[in-house]
């Protein structure tokens, strides 16, 4: 197993849920980190819990300059990450596509396919310089199973795995790895993001279930990333044990 105090982590969405969870996960195990998100508060109580480990970094994804400005003037010893984490990303809304709004669209598809895009492209190329790194994604069942709602949204996250999968034909071989981490029902602030800041809407998609937590996907990561270098997890789907997947629907009428 490779030990965790030789990785540098950049994780993006790291201020809430997932992203959170596993700046702590890697951190809390002796890994530095670049902890990425627009929330700078939340940045600032991972750099006051574990110090010199994290270096805050406050960005929104989808400014193409701001990243690739960014990624490349990071301060050493943050600037030889040799993990990506692009993890950023949401849901808005859960309308049909005949009532869905567009900026809603325009949101999803700008945060989880073009910012992940700038994430990969302005981090990408030193890993592969080094011949050293690890891309892992966060994808989603919904990239693979639809159900009603999730019209866009899912469809980024097909987009996630296939280009996943994509950059793993390009890297492979070159001592650079990618993983593509595929949750399904995790209580983060996902469902009070998707349903506008309304928390008792948000609740009720937890209730009487016993959700996957945000510490329960960074396991996943760190397991993927302390696997010695030879080794290449491709994906992880992975559901609550009380979520399943549902018949298929025929409408009579
Ligand atoms: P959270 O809402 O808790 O976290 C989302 C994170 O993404 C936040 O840190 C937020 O930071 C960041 N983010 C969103 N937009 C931007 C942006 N434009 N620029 C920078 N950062 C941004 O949800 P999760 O932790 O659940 O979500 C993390 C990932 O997991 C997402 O890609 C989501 O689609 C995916 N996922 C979630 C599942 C779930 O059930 N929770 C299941 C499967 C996948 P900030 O607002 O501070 O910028
Ligand atoms: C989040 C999981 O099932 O709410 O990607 O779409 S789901």
Not at 80 to 98: C, D, I, Q, R, T
Not at 120 to 135: C, D, I, N
Request: hydrophobic share 45%; aromatic share 10%.
């Amino acid at each position: 197993m490779l030990d965790p105090r030789t990785l540098t982590l950049l994780v993006t969405g790291a201020t809430s849920g997932i992203g959170a969870a596993t700046v702590r996960r890697f951190a809390g195990a002796g890994a530095r980190v670049v902890a990425v998100g627009r929330r700078a508060e939340r940045l600032d109580a991972l750099k006051a819990e574990f110090g010199d480990l994290i270096h805050p970094l406050v960005l929104d994804v989808r400014d193409e300059k701001a990243t690739f400005a960014a990624f490349s003037s990071l301060p050493a010893p943050f600037d030889a990450y040799n993990v990506v984490f692009a993890n950023a990303g949401l849901a808005m809304g859960l309308e049909p596509a005949y009532e869905a709004k567009l900026d809603d669209w325009s949101t999803m598809v700008e945060t989880n396919i073009t910012g992940l895009l700038y994430t990969v492209r302005a981090s990408l190329p030193a890993m592969v310089a080094r011949k050293e790194g690890h891309l892992v994604f966060t994808g989603s069942i919904a990239g693979d199973y639809s159900y009603p709602g999730a019209n866009v949204y899912g469809a980024t996250k097909a987009f996630v795995k296939q280009f996943s999968l994509n950059v793993w034909a390009d890297v492979a071989g070159i001592g650079v790895r990618v993983t593509n981490i595929e949750p399904g029902l995790t209580e983060t602030e996902f469902s009070v993001v998707r349903f506008g800041g309304d928390k008792e809407r948000a609740d009720k998609v937890y209730a009487g279930a016993t959700p996957m937590t945000g510490e329960d996907i960074a396991e996943q990561v760190f397991f993927a990333c302390t696997l010695p270098r030879h080794v290449n997890i491709n994906r992880i789907q992975s559901m609550s044990s009380q979520q399943t997947f549902g018949p298929l629907a025929i409408k009579r009428d």
